[in-house]
T-cell receptor, first 109, second 114 residues
Framework: RKEVEQDPGPFNVPEGATVAFNCTYS??????FFWYRQDCRKEPKLLMS???SGNEDGRFTAQLNRASQYISLLIRDSKLSDSATYLC??????????FGTGTRLTIIP | DAGVTQSPTHLIKTRGQHVTLRCSPI?????VSWYQQVLGQGPQFIFQ???????GRGNFPDRFSARQFPNYSSELNVNALLLGDSALYLC?????????????FGDGTRLSIL
């Protein structure tokens, strides 16, 4: 079983719709969680950290469920510029970030 | 403020050669990590350095090595290149070792092995 698992998609969503991604992780002792976005042939960019209480940044909402070991990302009122690959990232309390394979999102006009 | 800078941006090598990739972290960041990303996959951890010491190593062969300099910049060296080493090599920096601090990535070096 992979340490961090994501549905690779692709998700093709009409502009203005709401889309949600889920991610599961294997280690219950995991310490910190992030969502990164990566545009084609570009570097990953931090989208948001994920906190136990859940957090929101504009149209983006992240949730963490430690009991079930999953993380979610909700994008409301999706824009064409949201098209990207979304990477679920976990720090298991050691020196490295562990990435999921990413979920590819395409927003359709 | 400058972000993480990497050089070169692109590199073409042949099998058996060696390569050195360079990274300058964000000013004030003391931790530098290296990742390899092959097409269709998430980045895979190679090394982390903090205060010039290796603090973590991923599951990569000994052909891969790295170091960090007193100014916190870093080099990744790969010897005896194989076709499978073709990938995007990403450098990331963070303020320190705390897992809570996110890592910020450079644009990467795209390495192609012929």
């Amino acid at each position: 079983r992979k340490e961090v698992e994501q549905d690779p998609g692709p998700f093709n969503v009409p502009e203005g719709a709401t889309v949600a991604f889920n991610c599961t992780y294997s280690n219950s002792a995991s310490q910190s969680f992030f969502w990164y976005r990566q545009d084609c042939r570009k570097e990953p960019k931090l989208l948001m950290s994920v906190y136990s209480s859940g957090n929101e940044d504009g149209r983006f909402t992240a949730q963490l469920n430690r009991a079930s070991q999953y993380i979610s990302l909700l994008i409301r009122d999706s824009k064409l510029s949201d098209s990207a690959t979304y990477l679920c990232v976990v720090n298991f309390g050691n020196e490295k970030l562990t990435f999921g394979t990413g979920t590819r999102l395409t927003i359709i006009p | 403020d400058a972000g993480v800078t990497q050089s070169p941006t692109h590199l073409i090598k042949t099998r058996g050669q060696h390569v050195t990739l360079r990274c300058s972290p964000i000013s004030g960041h003391k931790s530098v990590s290296w990742y390899q990303q092959v097409l269709g996959q998430g980045p895979q951890f190679i090394f982390q350095y903090y205060e010039k010491e290796e603090r973590g190593r991923g599951n990569f062969p000994d052909r891969f090595s790295a170091r960090q300099f007193p100014n916190y910049s870093s080099e990744l060296n790969v010897n005896a290149l194989l076709l499978g080493d073709s990938a995007l090599y990403l450098c990331a920096s963070s303020l320190d070792l705390s897992p809570s601090w996110p890592q910020h990535f450079g644009d990467g070096t795209r390495l192609s092995i012929l």
